[in-house]
């Protein structure tokens, strides 16, 4: 095997595992906490493309989210467009916010918390513009209507809901496994770890930034897009809120900032803590996102590789282990 | 439009609330200015401390200002301890790392208070709370005089202790050369604390200053260090004039604006001036080079 | 005279009060190794900065296969065919050995598989690559040296700027990295060296130009430099050539170069 196709063999398990879901379970509860984990991952993979490989961590990944769902809802309900082509719109749609704002903040050599302070800037514009701005329906927000045909993007059973999300977070994984092996991938990483050595190198900074910001903010408008679809309804605080800033950079970081799986991994451990914090005290407002950050905190200052860090720690220890009783096995042998 | 009779009144009003703004902004170039990070929870850590000072009158009948004798360290302390037992040390040092962790506690804080208080906004009464004093032709909130008083006073005496103390010593000498100061014997870690503590304790004053003329939820503080952090990326990151002139100067503009284009406009002006500086001048007016 | 590969010309640059570079003016011909020294402080690096892009000169251009680089970002001198190792290395510490020097054969070379395999070349020619798949934070000091060489190499460059690359080196490792340098040169390199250890200056370099206080005050061949009173006293101090030649009588041998001795890093 060569060792490209070594790497595809986690993601294939991981997609085949969850596509073997629904065969098992029909249960309603696990699909939509699987939707939800899934969606989850396809938001934070967006914003690992980013920070973990690019190493600029963004506090306002809610900036694209947002604008996928609400270009999604906005073409359907203003402008009868089939969902479909508003999804891939809305996708573009985001991607080219997630440029715009690149090229500002890049442009300007903005690194490390003012490039934080900035995205989380923008987020904040967005949302109160579309707070109060006539075509997003304002304070109300905006309703999709209910349509369930797959025509409209739309379906009766939870079912192919969480085959369209799983297809996406696939396409996310691969994508990204395409850049870890690609000379923009390694243009990235090298920005990443040390600017000036990669400038020298005649890597074009400022570009690769740009670049992997554009690509990021589609990954996560894609998750917009698809929220828009699934709840049929948003508003400026659901589409731009902090909330999904924060879970967007939450998923990775739990899960192991730039690796391929991080994300998703991530997403699944962070709502499942969610779903066992409401079963345990209640579903009270504010509570799942104390666990957030405090989990944040806590991953930050154990855990810098998240759960993928451990896990690999975990393995070289045992190879070690192992090779520590290899010798004294062939010495008795 | 444009008679003193009216811009006077805004010119004022626009100094009193400038100068809540620059002591906000104060608690956070202090802290940038020495440990080098952006305080994320600073926002956060406002709204408690606009939390306690509600409770500390609700269930202990205390007047804000009174509050404020008790308040103020108990945020101190508070500060330190955030920074001495979880910032610094969840960081490693690495600047990412602090990023994060303070916006973590920023969202742990936040939202325990939504948990524990639920999203309603919240007002005390003081018996003084609707009282004006005659300036000119205008008519200022008894409140809101004595904001602007205690803040130059608190600016006053944070700058004695800056220039005077064996501490205030300590943290400049650390602010400049950290590891010059570590050789020299000063203990950074603690030094850092006591920063830390010394920016949440501002907030805790200004949060008495605000709460009998202003509104308590969970996400109160949010727009107040908003418009502390443009203060702060305007008058330079880490300048204390800058903190004041800045915020003295914002709370003008937003009042003057306020006349002609309202309120929700005047939140997102605010946040368009906060980019635009960032992104063309992020070390600010009188603030270190970036 | 063919021209110069790199042509510097009157380059100053004040840092506010600070004027760190005087009109510093010298030139490297090509496929030829041009050193660059002085007393600490006197401005190199910063002359390097400049060169390579990272800084803008205040005043004064940089010349390069003739045409005028000056302010030109460091990525696109680098596609150029410039050059630069960093005085304090500046390994991609989360990569390996290969895939540090793969970013730099990337350059050239889209594909990933053709960049690795260019690094592993890069990697034979300067001794690497038995370390290939180790991380770049395992290296001891000498192998990020040749760490940072390999980098630089892989970019194909046409001039190479090496800022003190033997710096931290005992003198069995300068021994061993002499060799290297000079097969770069033999495949049509052009360096300049930023260099503190006299011997590899005199073995190596064919130019020598000499900066004090940011300005050029010496230039030519390695001998005539060390022998140069101007030179001495801006190492020694005032008055320190003329102690030197007084107390032995007879003409001493140049205190920045011991005599069949190595020089000893500063």
Known sequence: MTAQTKSLLPILVA????????????????????????????????????????GQYSFGHAAFFGTGAYVVAILQVRYGLNAWPAFALGILAGAAVGGVIGALAFRSGLRGSYFALVTLAFAEVLRIVASVAPVTGAGVGTLI??????????????????????????????????????????????????????????????????????????????????????????????????????????????????????????????????????LVAGDAPGLDLVIYGSVLVLVVAFAPRGIAGLLTDLLRLRRRTRRAEAPAEAGRA | MLSPAILIPAILNGLMTGAVYALVALGLTLIYGVLHIINFAHGALLTAAMFAAFFANRWLGLDPYVAAVFITPLFFALGYALQRFVIGPAAHGEDRNILLVTLGLAVVIENALLYCFRADTRTIDVPYGFDTVQVGPAFLAVPRVVAFVAVIAVTVVLWLIMRLSDTGKAIRAVAKEKLGAELAGIDVAHVYAVTFGLGTACLAVAACLLIPSYYV????????????????????????????????????????????????????????MFILVLLLRPSGLFGERA | MPEPLLRVDRVAKRFGGLLAVDQASFEAPAGRITALIGPNGAGKTTLFAIIAGFLRPTDGRVVYDGADI????????????????????????????????????????????????????????????????????????????????????????????LDEVLAGLNPSEVRDMLPVIRAIVARGVTIVMIEHVMQAVMSL????????????????????????????????????AKRMSGGHGVSAPSPLVGEGRGGGSS
């Open chain 3, 70 to 161: 000056t302010g030109l970002p460091p990525h696109r001198l680098a596609r150029r065919g410039i050059a630069r190792t960093f005085q304090i290395v500046q390994p991609f510490a989360g990569l390996t050995v290969r895939e540090n020097i793969a970013v730099g054969a990337h350059l050239h070379h889209a594909s990933r598989a053709e960049a690795l395999a260019a690094a592993a070349a890069v990697a034979r020619a300067v001794d690497l690559d038995g370390q290939l798949d180790k991380p770049a934070a395992a290296l001891t000091v000498a192998g990020r040296k040749r760490l940072e060489l390999a980098r630089a190499l892989a970019i194909e460059p046409r001039l190479l700027l």
């Open chain 3, 205 to 240: 370099a064919e130019h020598v130009f000499v900066l004090a206080e940011g300005r050029v005050i010496a230039a030519g061949a390695p001998r005539e430099i060390a022998a140069d009173p101007k030179v001495v006293e801006a190492y020694l101090g005032h008055g320190a």
């Open chain 2, 217 to 272: 939820n969970p996400t109160a503080g949010n727009a107040f260090v908003l418009i502390a952090f443009t203060v702060v990326v305007l008058g330079g990151m880490g300048s204390v004039a800058g903190a004041l002139i800045g915020g003295l100067f914002v709370g003008v503009v937003e009042s003057l604006s306020g006349l002609w284009l309202g309120e929700s406009l005047g939140q997102i002006g605010i946040f368009v």
């Open chain 1, 15 to 54: 997609v085949a595992l969850l596509a073997a879901v629904p065969l098992v379970t029909a249960s309603n509860v696990v699909l939509n906490f699987l939707v939800v984990a899934l969606l989850i991952a396809l938001v934070g993979q967006g914003w690992n493309l980013l920070g973990g490989y690019g």
């Open chain 1, 145 to 278: 209507k209910l349509d369930l045909r797959w025509q409209a993007l739309q379906f009766q059973s939870r079912v192919p809901f969480y085959y369209v999300i799983l297809v996406l977070v696939a396409l996310s994984l691969v994508l990204i496994h395409v850049v870890e092996r690609s000379r923009f991938g390694a243009w990235l990483v090298a920005v990443r770890e040390n600017e000036d050595a990669a400038a020298a190198l005649g890597v074009d900074a400022t570009l690769v930034k740009i670049g992997a910001m554009t690509l990021s903010a589609a990954i996560t408008a894609a998750g917009g897009c698809f929220y828009a679809q699934y709840y049929l309804f948003i508003d400026a605080g659901i589409a731009y809120g902090p909330w999904i800033s924060i879970e967007a950079l939450l998923a990775p970081i739990v899960g192991g900032v730039g690796t391929v799986l991080g994300p998703l991994l991530g997403a699944l451990v962070v709502k499942s803590l969610g779903e066992a914090t409401k």
